[in-house]
């Protein structure tokens, strides 16, 4: 084992492994540890939207990932007459982020498609069958220590070890219960026949005595959860599965993938870092599955961590890491608290018919960090279409870049509109899309803050390393 790098990552779930590509692509030396001796195997995320996939693109595995992808129809709440209470269909048009809104997928190809990425770069090492057991930090470097008794240094660790996160009991972090508890029973079809009576979207169906939800999967893959009365109950027998599903299928047309019990929660870590350690994906929080963003948030979290990081090791001052935590917490509670009032309109019905309501994507500012918050400076920017193949994001991948009207760089209409509808000359966008500062049409201003110039000159000045 190679004993020390940059940057140690615990865990290699998507959280973990897109950290990974964020970082070994700016030239940073990571190391990764996994526990199991392979990648989970077992479906669990089916969707991830535009944003994520824009994250997707700055590492380079956005073709990967599309390949595999479905774009996705969108969610109805339904009563128990089928009657449409929230129809939160999303459109089938590229959207804001300069992909699609809403993406369905199949975990497991996901995650393939992140571990090989990894394979690119000489400067990262990968060990399964490495159980961190331990973590200490001298306010220097972290050393971790695994199960064998092998230790490992690094300037940073990131614990991205899931919802039992051993780096989070390491560093004596709790996570905040949030209220939502639900036992809930996850079945995973393969379809043998097809059958469109299903549907393309998928469906809630709002039943205070058993609330479910179907969802459709990419391929043949089709989804059915279930809230479960029974709080005793540990294991679900094929027959069992069947009864439950017989209403909507049969054997004759599916085959069980797989069946799981889980506990869907909400919460969050009351801090997201300690010294040196930081705390990304469910290790920091956890929502029920319902808007289909729990591994969504993870990889905002590393969006937003990993240039950060990055910035620290090509000398800026170690006081910005401070603002992950300022700014991801908020944001990613806005997808817990919206998540848990859909959970209660899933485990509810009104006797009287409602009129249909309209449901939009969500999406949250960041908390308060760098730069001013306004509705603008602070919220995700779009990313606009150069040409066929090209998106704005592609200027300066991994790094910074600014907006602006003038002839030359960015040329296209979409961007002079944006800019002229907000009333701005310039945005300077962050390596992970959200806006860091802008300069008015109407203010005489001389240009960007020094500040944030030094610090969208320190990416992505690294060579790769190794
Ligand atoms: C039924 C269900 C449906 C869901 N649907 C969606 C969805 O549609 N969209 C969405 O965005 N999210 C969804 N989620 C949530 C999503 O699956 C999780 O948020 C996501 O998998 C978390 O990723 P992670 O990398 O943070 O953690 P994990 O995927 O849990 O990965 C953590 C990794 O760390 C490893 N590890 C743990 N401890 C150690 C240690 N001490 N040393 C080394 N390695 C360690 C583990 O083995 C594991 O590989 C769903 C969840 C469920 C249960």
Redesign the pocket.
């Known amino acids: 084992m190679n004993n020390c790098s940059e940057i140690a990552i ?7 492994a897109t950290l990974a590509n964020l970082l070994a692509n700016r030239g940073v030396s990571v190391s990764i ?4 001796n392979q990648p ?1 195997a077992l479906p ?5 939207d535009g944003e994520v996939m824009r994250v997707f693109q700055s590492i380079g595995l956005s073709s990967e990932i599309t390949s595999s992808s479905l774009v996705n129809k969108g969610m109805l709440f339904k009563d128990l007459k089928s009657h449409t209470l929230i129809d939160w269909s999303r459109s089938q048009d590229i959207g804001p982020m300069a992909w699609y809104e809403s993406y369905r997928f199949h ?1 497991p190809d996901l995650e393939t498609a992140l571990l090989n990425g990894l394979k690119r770069f000489p400067n990262i090492q990968t060990y399964y069958d ?4 331990k973590v200490s930090d001298n306010g220097k470097n972290v050393t971790i220590e695994l199960t064998s008794g092998e230790k490992h240094i690094s300037q940073f660790v990131v614990g ?7 780096v989070r009991e390491l560093i004596g972090e709790k996570l905040m219960d949030l209220g939502f508890k639900q036992r809930w029973l ?1 079945i995973d079809l393969v379809l043998k026949n097809d059958r469109p009576d299903l549907g393309d979207h998928t469906v809630q169906i709002c039943d205070p005595d058993s609330p479910m939800t179907y969802v459709r999967g990419t391929g043949n893959r089709r989804r059915w ?1 279930m809230r479960l009365k029974d709080h005793k109950l540990t294991k679900i027998t094929p027959n069992d599965v069947w009864e439950r599903l017989k209403k909507w299928i049969s054997p004759a047309d599916a085959k069980i993938e797989r069946s799981a019990i ?1 506990t869907f929660k909400s919460s969050l870590a009351k801090k997201w870092s300690a010294g040196n350690i930081f705390l990304a ?3 920091a929080h956890l929502m029920p ?1 319902f808007m ?5 948030a ?1 990889i905002r979290d590393v969006a937003n961590l990993s240039w950060k990081l990055t910035a620290v090791l090509n000398g800026i001052n170690k006081s910005i890491l401070e603002t992950y935590e300022s700014e991801r917490s908020p944001n990613v509670r806005e997808f817990i608290d919206l998540t848990v009032r859909l959970g209660k309109v899933i485990n509810q019905t009104s006797k009287t018919q409602q009129e249909t309501t309209k449901m939009d994507s969500i999406w949250p500012s960041l908390g308060p960090g760098l730069g001013k918050r306004s509705n603008i400076e602070g919220q995700l920017a779009p990313q606009f279409l150069l040409s066929e193949l090209k998106k704005s994001d592609d200027m300066s991948p991994n790094g910074f870049y600014s907006l602006k009207k003038q002839k030359g760089r960015f040329t296209s209409t979409n961007v002079k509109a944006w800019l002229r509808n907000n009333n701005i000359a310039e945005a300077l966008i962050r390596p992970d899309g959200y806006i860091l500062e802008t300069i008015s049409e109407n203010e005489n201003e001389n240009g960007f803050n020094i500040k944030n110039i030094n610090l969208s000159q320190a990416l992505p000045a690294r060579k790769f390393f190794g």
Do not use: L
């Not at 615990?10 to 973990?16: A, D, I, K, N, Y």
């Not at 669990?44 to 991830?48: G, L």
């Open positions: 615990v865990g290699m779930g998507p959280t973990g540890f996994e526990k199991q989970y669990r995320a089916v969707h991830f975990q490495s159980e961190v057991q991205c070890d899931g919802a039992q996160s051993a996850v959860e889980y994906g469910d290790a599955p289909g963003q729990g591994m969504c993870g």
